[in-house]
């Protein structure tokens, strides 16, 4: 979940991601016997209301057919209810612009990525009315806050959407392929990352004493899943050769460059997409961009803090942003106070800033 704060960046706010452990106990447990028992269950699962990938009665039933005795799904509507309260009771209710019960909860599930089958209609107004339900249980404790639905990208099933949103949070990481240069195509499933025909295109960039794909899988075992390409990325970016990281920089820079028409048309096309949609949907509700440009890289690369070419793209999207209306935007989604761009560059950040706002910019 995520609550929007008014804390100005790009004129809007800074978006803080806050976790809970409120759970909704779905239990099946036996009459009681004599003396101690065991029985067997999940104490933590996650449904759509988290982020897992079914309905909390599926799920549940799933563990009943399974010959489990109880399991314990998280509900974030109610922890989010839990933490608006404990804001208010700190003076604090007057810097949230917006709250949101889950980060991208429009899923991947519903657009058939990450392997996922396309959902039926009936089952994708099913979870429309459920987010409309916590939505509206959230708007009858909390009339003074705006509740937003935050979504992965402006392409989403309208279907999907709950009808009863105030605010439309979406992402657009319309730079995220200029790193598709490096990533090929070992993201995929079907690439066996063991066989080194697989990154021979890349190998000069990685370390020659590869950490193996299973040694990343194995220390995530204890750890809730990540979509499978995650896995790889962790893989390919913990094998990064320092010393040929500037030869991997200029390259990105460089095909950042050579398409760089390409990466402006696909920002302003994004935002165009969600605000027709917006329209068709819920007219009139503010749009945000809640994340953007790229997202993926080792944080040992600074090639993007450095280049002209990509703040020309990020200033580019900005104006777009405020010619399109929004309510705000990030600069770009690390653009938090660990952002080391504040110490190094502000200048590049007060300018994109400066643009959103439609302030003259030197």
Not at 8 to 20: D, P
Not at 70 to 76: D, E, M, N, T
Not at 104 to 117: A, L
Not at 129 to 144: C, G, I, M, V, Y
């Amino acid at each position: 979940m995520r609550l929007l704060c008014r804390r100005r960046i790009l004129g809007f706010g800074l978006c803080l991601v806050l976790g809970l452990t409120c759970s909704t106990l779905w239990a099946a447990v036996p009459a009681a016997q004599p003396g101690l028992s065991w029985y067997q269950g999940n104490t933590h699962g996650h449904s759509f209301w988290s982020d897992g990938g079914e309905f909390p009665e599926m799920i549940a039933d799933w563990y009943k057919q399974h010959g489990y005795d109880f399991v314990a799904l998280i509900r974030f509507a109610e922890g989010l209810d839990r933490i608006l309260e404990e804001l208010k009771q700190r003076g604090l209710a007057d810097t949230i612009i917006a709250a949101e019960i889950f980060n991208e909860v429009n899923g991947m599930d519903f657009s058939g990525g990450y392997g996922s089958q396309k959902k039926p209609v009936a089952v994708v107004h099913n979870f429309r009315n459920l987010h409309e339900e916590a939505l509206e249980f959230l708007k009858t404790r909390h009339p003074d806050i705006r509740f937003a639905l935050d979504t992965s990208t402006p392409s989403v099933n309208p279907e999907s959407m709950p009808r009863n949103a105030q605010v439309w949070t979406f992402h657009s990481y319309y730079l995220w392929d200029v790193y598709k240069v490096f990533e090929q195509n070992l993201l995929d499933r079907d690439v066996d990352l063991t066989d080194p025909a697989s990154y021979a295109p890349i190998r000069r960039f990685l370390r020659r004493d590869l950490v193996p794909f299973q040694a990343i899988l194995d220390s995530r075992k204890e750890r809730p899943p990540i979509g499978p390409g995650w896995y790889r990325r962790i893989w390919l970016y913990r094998n990064l050769e320092p010393n040929a990281m500037p030869e991997l920089e200029r390259l990105l820079q460089e095909n950042l460059e050579k398409q760089i028409d390409q990466y402006k048309r696909k920002a302003t096309d994004a935002v165009a997409h969600a605000v027709k949609l917006r329209d068709e949907v819920f007219p009139g509700i503010p749009l945000i961009l809640g994340e953007g440009v790229s997202y993926c890289a080792d944080r040992r690369l600074r090639w993007e803090e450095r280049s002209d070419a990509y703040w020309e793209v990020v200033e580019h999207a900005a104006r777009a942003y405020r010619e399109h209306g929004l309510w705000g935007a990030v600069a770009r989604t690390n653009s938090g106070p660990e952002d080391p761009v504040w110490h190094e560059y502000p200048e590049r950040l007060q300018r994109v800033n400066a643009t959103f706002l439609g302030k003259k910019v030197s």
